[in-house]
């Protein structure tokens, strides 16, 4: 019989790291031995015997937190923001101290969304014209989202990289804004609208034909899949990884 | 057995007469009786029987052709530009000495398209957000696109005479064009997209829905069907109408 | 400065009947007076002095509410199933000795769902072809969807009514299923995917071009909008209305 | 300055095989050095110096067309069908003695629905449901479509591999064919809509997330950057290559 994977949750009272708690309890594999609060000391980690640690506090904390774990030999995912080059680099150092631990820091933990950011960079070389929706509920202040910058920016480093020419707009007349915003001249359009969560649509365009990859975030249950997929991998990636696609095989292995 | 309906093409040699032409040839319940190009005597339309003229011209005879048709009692369908307020004064007066007979003037012909700006319109009042997104080929040089400044147009209107407040938009910091175009404070968004032909989409928000209206026009022969049912309508509509959709019958009969 | 509307809700303590509740509470203009469950006698809606009644109970119950509320000459807004042509019947009766009050009996609040379905039934008599996709969470019972049924009753019926043939079909060699379910005629494709709520999508398609009408219900929250329409609009209405379409205004005003 | 490519094309006189003429020529980097029917003698592909020969003919001669080419070292690029495993056996044979020269034999030449069908292959294992919905013209005489069979049994395949559990599906009662047809356990649906050409959805959900990969062929032109991508590619993939996208490059350079 196989044995139980033991997992601690740090920021178990924020609302990511409350769902992060439950979908551990739930996994069959997994086993939650440890559920700490901001304030509550790293040390009880190791008499809980932790093997994965997730991160899931503040950018204030995490690099400690992180640290903290690495030095004891726990496998680390990390969701927090705020790793700055500076702070990966230093981390970077720790770990060559402990050559068989991991760390991933995703920004991201929807797989569909990992998914559709990777594809997307992938068939950007292929086609003619390319532009990004983004839909997003009217609360959110800035515009375009974090992850459109993001996918435009892989888009327009690969176009250019197969040297692919700008895409055709024989656009004359456009009043402020009818065409996007233009990140790396990849047109980005921003919908605001009541009743959206998080949606992303990139659209590809050839002569006769459109290919369209289309995300919908309903709600945070969503990371959860790709927490846990993180926390059952991440003791085979030895080092570093920074998003959470290095985790996936995005090869397919057959001939369509 | 039931007569046909004598029908005479002017612009036939244009494309969009070419296609009309056709039309009025496969509908078994029509007679071509004349194709007439831009050079040729509108009196061969008298000889000829005709009782509906279909107008594919240009914006500099299409005035002078309906007023001919109509002095001479016939029904007129047009799907020519050009007809300014003032023109249109003028007609009227002219069809007022003609009380039997129909002008249909569309700039539109796409019954799709015509009904889902009719069918934006009546919802725009019922939802706290709606924008818009424009999809067409990248050779187009004007964005946003005709329809869908008029179609914004009259989603403002219905909004503000419903007493709808303008929608929710925390967005504080975006970049040249991403949130669009406001047109009358509806956002436009304009994609161009190798490969597309006409499309265009409107998102409606409430807190937990979303309503979605879109038309794809995928090459001229979408006009067809909305020529063919003016034909067929005109001479029940004596008088001047603007627009395909004072021909159709947008009150759903049942309960749902 | 305007009176506020006195709202009683019974089913306070169900799903529905709590979210009700709490939209009403909000409402500026509205002003919650009683909220009932199941057990609580009704005597107390006079005493509260409402004017209008919400029922959001079960069917065994929602009868004797509702002839209770008329009675007393309040209006009523129902949520509940369980009506009957039978108790409609005799609920016509009791309306009749009543004939400034107003019932309104909806199986759907969702306004961009009600507004969808108006809209198939419009569009169904101007197409060749027309086929329904819903779109539910895997634990529904039921496939296809009751909406997607209704939507193709509506859209059979009228395409009888306007003689309009079967759509095209050239399908000669097609394993079980996969054209749909065939209500009056409408093939219904039941898609059934985790992470989705209740989804619909029906399509139109002519030579050259295609309709897309589509409503998502993301969650309870969309049903509050259509509550508060019929709450401020039942008492214009006076005697049985069925369908919350009845009280939209489906005649788009404006030619475009 | 660069050398052009001496490119010929058997079946110039079909639809694709004219089409791929037209191209050849308006490609800057290939020369068309011959353009031959089906009863021309393939002597003359010698005598024109051809490198690469594209095959667009019919079942009963592409074996021998590519035989010819392979044994006078003239690299192949295949877009007709009827390539049994017994007729790619001998080819695999005839190739053996020569192991510079590349043939590419592919079902779809469209790189949109190709990577589609890629990248439906990748995401299958990551996802609780995945359902297809493939839409096309009503003249279409089979159903499911050919690429929606295909990518069903890749996806099926997918997920066995790595042990994803069937879909849940809660369903008990439905209609023949809401469903959709089980092609592998993966739900098909097929819509037949006049104004269409050939389009595929692939669907897939978890828990608060839906991943969508849609492709629109909207005509025969979207072939077309597929052929010259093969013509360009074959020189460097000697031996038999079966499907385009053994071709592409399916693995995303960058973390997200």
Do not use: C
């Not at 708690?21 to 980690?45: F, H, M, N, Q, T």
């Not at 705020?82 to 060559?96: D, F, I, S």
């Not at 933990?109 to 990777?118: C, D, I, K, P």
């Not at 892989?154 to 804004?177: K, S, Y």
């Amino acid at each position: 019989m196989s044995e139980l994977l033991p997992v601690a949750v740090l920021g178990a009272r924020g609302r990511m790291g409350a769902e992060a708690v439950a979908a551990v309890r739930e996994a069959p594999d997994l086993e939650l031995v440890a559920a700490l609060g901001s304030s509550d000391p790293l040390d009880s980690l190791v008499a809980a015997g932790a093997r994965v640690v997730v991160d899931l506090t503040v950018p204030e904390a995490t690099y400690d937190n992180v640290v903290f774990a690495v030095r004891h030999r726990m496998h680390a995912v990390v969701g927090t923001t705020g790793w700055t080059p500076e702070r990966l680099g230093k981390l970077g150092t720790v770990l060559a101290g402990a050559p068989a631990t991991g760390v991933l820091i995703a920004p991201n933990f929807a797989l569909g969304s990992v998914l559709a950011t990777a594809f997307a960079a992938t068939a950007a070389r292929y086609f003619e014209s390319v532009e990004i929706i983004e839909l997003h509920h009217p609360d959110k202040i800035d515009a375009p989202s974090g992850t459109a910058v993001r996918t435009a920016q892989l888009i327009a480093t690969a176009r250019e990289a197969a040297g692919v020419p700008a895409a055709p707009d024989a656009t004359r007349d456009a009043p402020d804004g009818a065409r996007g915003a233009g990140i790396d001249g990849v047109p980005v359009h921003s919908v605001r609208l009541r009743g959206l969560t998080a949606h992303q649509e990139v659209l590809f365009g050839s002569p006769g034909e459109q290919l369209s990859l289309r995300h919908d975030s309903f709600d945070r249950a969503s990371f959860m899949p790709g927490v846990l997929l993180g926390i059952r991998s991440v003791a085979q990636h030895p080092g570093l990884t920074v998003g959470l696609d290095g985790y996936l095989d995005l090869q397919a292995g057959t001939s369509s």
